[in-house]
């Protein structure tokens, strides 16, 4: 069985020896890039099934590499590595498709299971299943065969991660969602985590499908408890 192949995207030279040695260890294969430029010939030699990705480098910083693959179709999986703690940086990369947000300094074992939670939903498709093929909700078309959505006949463009989440509130239609129960069922995080992650892809759901994002109608926050989708 051919083992998952890993690209690390980091200028410092320690850091990214370091998880390379690690992943390495914990069963993957693993490569470095000190930067986007040498990243994207690295990965003409070799496509990564999961790229770790520093946002501040040299010549080509990580959400201009982030940006430049999304814009060209590469959905491959991305966990972005990052000293900046700031909402705004969290927030640009989850627009740009990243899968997941990590902060440096990190514990290695919490940085295995994201690895190994983005990977394993990159294989395996969400299984809670819809009834109907197309599902509707005020202005916004869910066609889950095709994994595409629209809103008043308009393209929305989702990430993996962001349909993933739609995929699961619309199959539970009402229901009171805890952002654990949502790490784990959606992430596949069975005990580590962000519930933070969980409100930004949320904020990033209303952004895209609500009227007024503001006030939403259909993504409910339920206080002291998580979020209830609404039909």
């Known amino acids: 069985m ?6 690390i995207v980091e200028d410092n030279e320690a850091i990214a020896t370091g998880l390379a040695m690690n992943l390495r260890l914990e069963g993957f294969e693993s490569a470095c890039a000190a930067n986007g430029e040498d990243a994207l010939a690295a990965m003409q030699q070799r496509a990564p099934d ?29 966990i972005v590595v990052s000293a900046r703690h700031s909402e705004y940086d969290k927030v640009a990369a989850l627009r740009l ?7 440096k300094p990190f514990a290695l074992a919490e940085l295995m299971a994201r690895v190994d939670a983005v990977l394993r939903r990159a294989t395996q498709p969400a299984t809670a299943p819809i009834p109907e093929p197309i599902c509707r909700f005020g202005a916004v078309v869910l066609h889950t065969e095709t994994r595409t959505v629209t809103q008043s006949g308009e393209p929305v463009k989702l990430t993996h991660l962001e349909f ?19 790490l784990r069922e959606v992430w596949g995080m069975r005990s580590s985590g962000s519930q933070r992650t969980v409100d930004n892809f949320v904020a990033q759901l209303r952004s895209k499908l609500e009227t007024d994002p503001e006030n939403p109608r259909h993504f409910i926050t339920v206080r002291g408890s998580g979020y209830r989708f609404d039909p």
């Open 2 to 7: 051919t083992k998952p192949f890993i690209l």
């Open 97 to 103: 498709g990243a899968d997941d947000y990590v902060t």
């Open 50 to 78: 999961l790229i770790l990705l520093d946002i501040s480098m040299p010549r080509k910083d990580g959400l201009s590499l982030l940006s430049e693959l999304r814009e060209q179709g590469d959905h491959t999986p991305v």
């Open 164 to 182: 993933e989440l739609l995929h699961f509130f619309v199959s539970n239609p009402s229901k009171v969602l805890s952002r654990r129960e949502l």
